[in-house]
């Protein structure tokens, strides 16, 4: 049965289940404010040739570490890289280093145009990773919401791993929702940039969602799992206790936690393959 606008609104609006995401999204900013004032960085490093491509950059404290490259999230719409530099003292203490990457928003950039920018940044990232303080064989890309969708669209990349957090996979229910009412995407769009419709690639991919999202979030996730597992692509998927669809992403640079210890143990392994 189809559902309705009602319905499908409801079920691409995170908030709705959330505890209080005004609370969360405001804490993102002072503690992303607080990362910049008192890590070494670099501000609004240029990765290509589109205004909105660029990037921080936090180096790791010893050459040769892994690098986690971040993409934010916000329905493709909303937040921006100045909100997604929290992560970083977590896992520039875990030994990362950490990049927020930027790749402009709807109504401004169409949707395969933010697609391409965070395939050209992560490419960056591998191809300069060695200036970065990396090394190209241990290049992560992690992002939550609309950002695990962007880095899912760059699968095929040489990463070393992925980590997609409260992920959309299949964009054909944005297409009758208010999320599309700034994006504008068509239905051969939707069919274009949704992962679940395209090859998955080779690098490991841990999927994670909170326990308080909606149900179409939960679906997802077990319909892109499942996905990857037929392609023969390596997949963890996580239900984290007691989380939603925007503090979990607190727990990327907490090794304390299920899916921070994660991300430590994919890096301790080492490099691809």
Same mark, same amino acid.
């Given at each position: 049965?189809?559902?309705?606008?009602?319905?499908?609104?409801?079920?691409?609006?995170?908030?709705?289940?959330?505890?209080?995401?005004?609370?969360?999204? #405001?804490?993102?900013?002072?503690?992303?404010?607080?990362?910049?004032?008192?890590?070494?960085?670099?501000?609004?490093?240029?990765?290509?040739?589109?205004?909105?491509?660029?990037?921080?950059?936090?180096?790791?404290?010893?050459?040769?570490?892994?690098?986690?490259?971040?993409?934010?999230?916000?329905?493709?719409?909303?937040?921006?890289?100045?909100?997604?530099?929290?992560?970083?003292?977590?896992?520039?203490?875990?030994?990362?280093?950490?990049?927020?990457?930027?790749?402009?928003?709807?109504?401004?950039?169409?949707?395969?145009?933010?697609?391409?920018?965070?395939?050209?940044?992560?490419?960056?990232?591998?191809?300069?990773?060695?200036?970065?303080?990396?090394?190209?064989?241990?290049?992560?890309? #992690?992002?939550?919401?609309?950002?695990?969708?962007?880095? #899912?669209?760059?699968?095929?990349?040489?990463?070393?791993?992925?980590?997609?957090?409260?992920?959309?996979?299949?964009?054909?229910?944005?297409?009758?929702?208010?999320?599309?009412?700034?994006?504008?995407?068509?239905?051969?769009?939707?069919?274009?940039?949704?992962?679940?419709?395209?090859?998955?690639?080779? #690098?490991?991919?841990?999927?994670?969602?909170?326990?308080?999202?909606?149900?179409?979030?939960?679906?997802?996730?077990?319909?892109?799992?499942?996905?990857?597992?037929?392609?023969?692509?390596?997949?963890?998927?996580?239900?984290?206790?007691?989380?939603?669809?925007?503090?979990?992403?607190?727990?990327?640079?907490?090794?304390?936690?299920?899916?921070?210890?994660?991300?430590?143990?994919?890096?301790?392994?080492?490099?691809?393959?």
């Amino acid at each position: 049965m189809t559902a309705t606008r009602a319905e499908l609104d409801r079920e691409l609006s995170p908030s709705s289940v959330a505890v209080d995401a005004q609370a969360t999204l #405001a804490r993102y900013r002072l503690l992303s404010q607080a990362a910049r004032r008192d890590l070494t960085h670099r501000v609004d490093v240029r990765y290509g040739p589109h205004p909105a491509e660029v990037l921080h950059h936090f180096p790791p404290r010893r050459p040769g570490a892994p690098l986690l490259v971040f993409v934010h999230g916000g329905h493709w719409q909303e937040s921006s890289k100045e909100d997604a530099c929290f992560p970083a003292p977590g896992l520039v203490a875990a030994g990362f280093g950490y990049l927020a990457l930027g790749y402009g928003l709807a109504p401004a950039r169409r949707l395969p145009e933010m697609s391409a920018s965070v395939r050209r940044g992560l490419a960056w990232a591998l191809d300069q990773a060695r200036a970065l303080g990396g090394r190209e064989d241990a290049v992560f890309a #992690a992002g939550s919401s609309a950002g695990a969708h962007l880095v #899912a669209m760059a699968a095929d990349l040489p990463l070393a791993g992925m980590f997609l957090l409260s992920g959309l996979y299949d964009l054909a229910p944005v297409v009758d929702s208010y999320v599309n009412d700034a994006l504008g995407l068509t239905r051969v769009e939707a069919r274009e940039q949704s992962p679940l419709l395209r090859p998955p690639g080779e #690098a490991p991919v841990l999927l994670a969602v909170g326990e308080h999202e909606t149900g179409e979030y939960h679906r997802q996730q077990r319909r892109y799992a499942a996905w990857l597992r037929r392609a023969g692509t390596p997949v963890t998927e996580l239900v984290v206790a007691g989380r939603d669809h925007f503090d979990l992403l607190f727990d990327l640079g907490d090794p304390t936690t299920e899916l921070g210890a994660a991300v430590v143990r994919a890096a301790e392994r080492g490099s691809r393959g």
